[in-house]
Nanobody, 125 residues
Framework: QGQLVESGGGLVQAGGSLRLSCAAS????????MGWFRQAPGEERDLVAA????????YYADSAKGRFTISRDNAKNTVYLQMNSLKPEDTAVYTC??????????????????WGQGTQVTVSS
């Protein structure tokens, strides 16, 4: 699969929005289910959202439902996470990951095969 490179993180005020992108190298992006995880200091890495290979099905953690939207563009080898109505508790490092067996949704980080480097999201109150 190659590399996963995230972008779009930053500092935003509570109530604001950010759009994260995760660009994948290689020609087999559409064969991977994708997930966005986040990890705050001292916390475990948790699945925020996931999307199937085709993009027809999505999964959201309770904390993300109604505020976040995951999508993918297989022609551009990119998965997105649109985050609206951000809260200070959303502050974390957000990382995208690829799951090669196409299982969905996969919540355990150990079941993902490739990871990006992460992007920091900081929400100020």
């Amino acid at each position: 699969q190659g590399q996963l490179v995230e972008s779009g993180g930053g500092l935003v005020q509570a109530g604001g929005s950010l759009r994260l992108s995760c660009a994948a190298s290689g020609r087999t992006f559409s064969s991977y289910a994708m997930g966005w995880f986040r990890q705050a200091p001292g916390e475990e890495r948790d699945l925020v959202a996931a999307i199937t290979r085709s993009g027809r099905s999505t999964y959201y953690a309770d904390s993300a439902k109604g505020r976040f939207t995951i999508s993918r563009d297989n022609a551009k080898n990119t998965v997105y996470l649109q985050m609206n109505s951000l809260k200070p508790e959303d502050t974390a490092v957000y990382t995208c990951a690829a799951e090669s067996e196409g299982r969905f949704p996969v919540r355990d980080p150990r079941d993902y095969d490739y990871w990006g480097q992460g992007t920091q999201v900081t929400v100020s109150s």
